[in-house]
């Protein structure tokens, strides 16, 4: 069970999530987030000592693939779950950070921060690629490109579902056109 | 020609893209543009009103392809100048709009400009790869699908381009993927 501690910072993160989607980075303020959380300065202050903490600490908490290919489940199955859990973002445009990561990545210098974050995402999905095609399940595509391919697209329509609307069937496209790619077949 | 009104006005708008590029939306002001354009006040405003009238112009100044599609040139070809220039683009992330547009969307309420806008940037996709499966050159693709692919992807990965550091191979994978896909053919 998580501590009391931890809790909190899981809620203190969450609920920046939220600000951090509506109004970008620049604008939100720790007053904010005491105010949004309910905590005190203090009680805020004794988890995070700025916006810029609570927001690595937000962004890095990607997951890989790596259990679920231990457990040599099928690769198929994985991309798919992985599919439906990117299309159920690109539907909910709320919770884009992509305003915020880049009014971040321009206000401080945190190019090697994304450069480990652009490393890892590749490497997730290169090694799930990777993993799919020794299984057989996956053509024998160019995982590097394939991994581009998804890192790049997703982050394009996540970009424009902040301006526009994006319709359900974009985000079926997403899905199928790599899904095609990959396996052949469509969703 | 055109006339002393039209270059001044051409400018402004290139040297507010510099200062959009590099500093986003919403931290540039008249006055900045004032001083780097070495207009006066009323110089300026004499051409534009605001910050987001000039924006509005700098947006919405995307070619189609109609010219070429009518002079019925190769529709590969056609393909291919967009895809130098693309790559081109991307590898010059000091040039990129993306910060300023997001900024500029989450600013004002200008959904409907930016749904216009992709309208018409997936219009211009569309028409050429239609052409193109027309004359047999291309694939029968999906043209939508291909066309958010193109959209989608170029955005993602011009916005990765501000925070880290793109490499021409990325640049070239966006391209050869789309030019496979259309032609079966690598560049």
């Known amino acids: 069970m998580p501590t009391k501690g931890e809790s909190t910072k899981k809620m203190i993160i969450d609920t920046a999530a939220g600000l951090f989607s509506k109004k970008g980075f620049k604008d939100v303020s720790m007053t904010d987030i005491c105010e949004a959380t309910g905590l005190s300065r203090g009680g805020l202050y004794r988890h995070f000592s700025s916006t810029s903490e609570i927001f690595i600490r937000l962004i890095s908490t990607e997951q890989s693939f790596n259990e679920r290919i231990k ?3 099928k690769a198929a199955d994985i991309l798919k779950d992985a599919l439906s859990e990117l299309e159920k973002e690109i539907l909910d445009p709320k919770r884009s950070l992509s305003l915020a990561i880049y009014e971040f990545a321009s206000i401080d210098d945190n190019r090697k921060l994304f450069t480990d974050l652009e490393k890892k995402a590749r490497k997730k999905w290169m090694d799930l690629i990777s993993y799919g095609i020794e299984t057989g399940e996956f ?3 160019d995982p590097e ?14 970009m424009w579902s902040r301006v526009t609307d994006i319709k359900r069937k974009s985000a079926k496209n997403y899905s199928n056109l790599i899904l095609r790619m990959l ?3 469509d969703k």
Chains 1, 2 share one sequence.
């Open 71 to 73: 457990a040599k489940e």
């Open 139 to 141: 053509n024998p595509v």
């Open 145 to 158: 490109e394939i991994a581009e391919l998804l890192l790049y697209y997703y982050q394009g329509i996540r």
């Open 183 to 185: 396996t052949g077949e």
